[in-house]
Each structure stands twice: as C-alpha cells, then as structure tokens.
C-alpha cells in the first residue's frame, strides 16, 4: 500500500522557517503528482502546492513567493521549503498523492506560527 510520512513540523514565531518532508513508499513521486494540502481548525483542507510529474509548480495565491516544492528523486522525497511564515500560515500540512484513481495522504505534521 502507498504510504507517505510527513516530518518537519513545528513550532515557529512569524517570519520564521521550516522546510517539511514527505517520503514516499511503493510509489516513484517523479511518475506522479506530488502534492501538500493543509486544514486549520474549522477550515476545510487546502491545496498549498503542487509538483507534477513534468516538474510544473501551481501554488495557492497565499502562499505565493514564500513557499517553494520540490522533490528529490532518488530520496523519493518531496520538500515544501516555506518562508516569511505567517500566523494564517498555522495547519496540519499533508502530503498527498492519486495512485490508481486513489488519493493517498500522509498522517500530516504540524505548523504552529505564534509570538
């Protein structure tokens, strides 16, 4: 069965950084869409961005020029390099991918921007 493990969550004041992980099992994350989503409490689950198989990058509108995907292929681990965090920026992020018609996400990691 597909598995992804996010890791990289924390704690961090606004303005901070993190980069989370997720690593993936039985899947090749070059041969399919790799994506991160996060949900907020009462919010429903956001896509944040997207790397395609063809390498192409689609972000949301929020996160826009301070978060950046990316993948390591021989890893077979995706990044979400994120920057100038912000406290909107708090969520469990999940890493998700579609496998045969099939959606697979991560048990997710959290981010807490706070002062």
């Known amino acids: 069965q597909v598995q992804l493990v996010e890791s990289g969550g924390d704690s961090v004041q606004p303005g901070g950084s993190l980069r989370l992980s997720c690593t993936a099992s039985?899947?090749?994350?070059?041969?399919?869409?790799m994506g991160w989503y996060r949900q907020a409490p009462g919010n429903q689950r956001e896509m944040v961005a997207i790397?395609?198989?063809?390498?192409?990058?689609n972000y949301a509108d929020s996160v826009k020029g301070r978060f950046t995907i990316s993948r390591d292929n021989p890893k077979n681990t995706v990044y979400l390099e994120m920057n100038s965090l912000k406290l909107e920026d708090t969520a469990v992020y999940y890493c998700n991918t579609r496998f045969l018609r099939v959606d697979y996400w991560g048990q997710g990691t959290q981010v807490t921007v706070s002062s």
């Open positions: 039985l899947i090749r994350i070059d041969v399919y869409d």
């Open positions: 790397i395609r198989r063809n390498g192409t990058t």
